[in-house]
C-alpha cells in the first residue's frame, strides 16, 4: 500500500554499486531527500536532488555551499526513475556505500516539466503539483524590496525553503508556526531560534505568490535560487506549531491522518531540526530520528519514547528541550501515512 502518490518513504541499503535501483516508491520522484542512517559522512550526506535542477546537481540540507555539480552519470543520484530513483557510487560514501543503511523521503511535482511565469515581480520557472501541495521554483534575484514570486500551488504556501545556487548562503525558511512568519526565519542548515529579519519582505503569502526581500538570502541581484514550496491539503499534509508541557504525557497533535513523515523544530531557543518517519518505526513507540542541520549517526530518543503515531495525529512522549520542554514551541511539518481524503 502506497501512502500517497505524491509523497513516500523508501528505507534502502546500500551495495557500493555504479547502479543501485531503489523501487516500490508508488511515482516518479521530483524531489529526493537522502539520509545515511549508519556512519553518515560528515560532509556529503543529507543529499537533495530535484528534476528541475537535473539530477548531476546536489544540494545539503546541513551545509551552506553554493551548487555543486557531479558530472559523472554513475555518482550519487543516477536517474529519477518511474517507480523510484537510482544511485551510484561516490566518493564520499553519502547515497550507496556498500552495507550502510539510508532512508529516502520523495515529494512529486510536475514530473520535471517546467513553465515560465511572469505574473509576479520575478519571473520564475516552476513545477508545481496543486493536489500534493508542492511546487519547485528557480529565479534570480533583482535586488529590489518586497518583490512578489508566483508559486503556483492556488493556495498560500504554509512552509518554504529558499537556498541560493551561485553563492554559500543559509537555507532560509518560511514557516507557518512561526510567532510571526512573514517577518521571523530560521536555518535548516542550524539550530538557531527564530529571528527577525525580513527574507520575505515581512509580508504573508497569498494564494497566488510569495514576497522576497533584497537580501542576499532571498532575493540578490545576480544571485540565483531555488524554492521548495509546501501547502497543507486536507487529509494529507498539515504545518504548524504545538507547546511543550515538559512530560511524558505530553501534547497531542490533531493532524487528520496518522503521519508518515515528521519534521520538528523548536522555534524559540536552539535546537536541531528532528526527522522522524514510520518507515523506519513500523511499530511505536517512534524513536528514531535523523537531523536536517548536522550528520550523526540515527539516534533513538533518550528515553526510547519520543512520538506516539496515532490514526488521527501525533503524541509527544518526551519531556527533553528538543521535543517538550515547558512552555516552549515547536513547529512541525507533517505528511500522511494513509491519506483519509484529498489527493491520495
Known sequence: NYPSKNFNVVTYTGDGSTSNAISNLGFSPDMVWIGQ???????????????????AKVFYSHRTNAEPSDSSSTQDLVSFDSDGFTVGTNNNASVNASSKEMVGWCWKANGGTTSSDSSGDITV????????????????????????????????????MVKCETHAHEWTVYHVGS?????????LNATNAETDWPYFGDTDPTSSVFTVSSDLQT?????????YCWTAIEGFSKFGAYV?????????????????WLMVKRLDSTNNW??????????????????????TVEAQGTSSDIFDFTANGFKVREDNAAINASSGRYLYCAFAEFPFVGSG
Open 37 to 55: 542512517r549508519s556512519s553518515p559522512t560528515a560532509d556529503y550526506s543529507n543529499g537533495i536532488w530535484d528534476t528541475t535542477r537535473g539530477r
Open 125 to 160: 520557472t516552476r513545477q508545481s503539483n496543486t493536489k500534493g501541495g508542492f511546487a519547485i521554483l528557480t529565479y534570480s534575484g533583482n535586488g529590489s524590496s518586497d518583490q512578489t514570486i508566483a508559486h503556483g500551488l492556488g493556495k498560500k504556501p504554509d512552509w518554504i
Open 179 to 187: 510567532s510571526d512568519p512573514s517577518d521571523k526565519v530560521l536555518y
Open 219 to 227: 532575493g540578490r541581484v545576480n544571485y540565483d535560487y531555488i524554492a
Open 244 to 260: 511543550g508541557n515538559a512530560s511524558t504525557n505530553g501534547p497531542f497533535v490533531n493532524l487528520g491522518f496518522r503521519p508518515s
Open 274 to 295: 528532528q526527522i522522524f518517519d514510520s518507515n523506519r518505526n513500523k511499530f511505536n513507540p517512534v524513536d528514531l530520528r535523523l537531523y536536517a542541520d548536522v550528520t
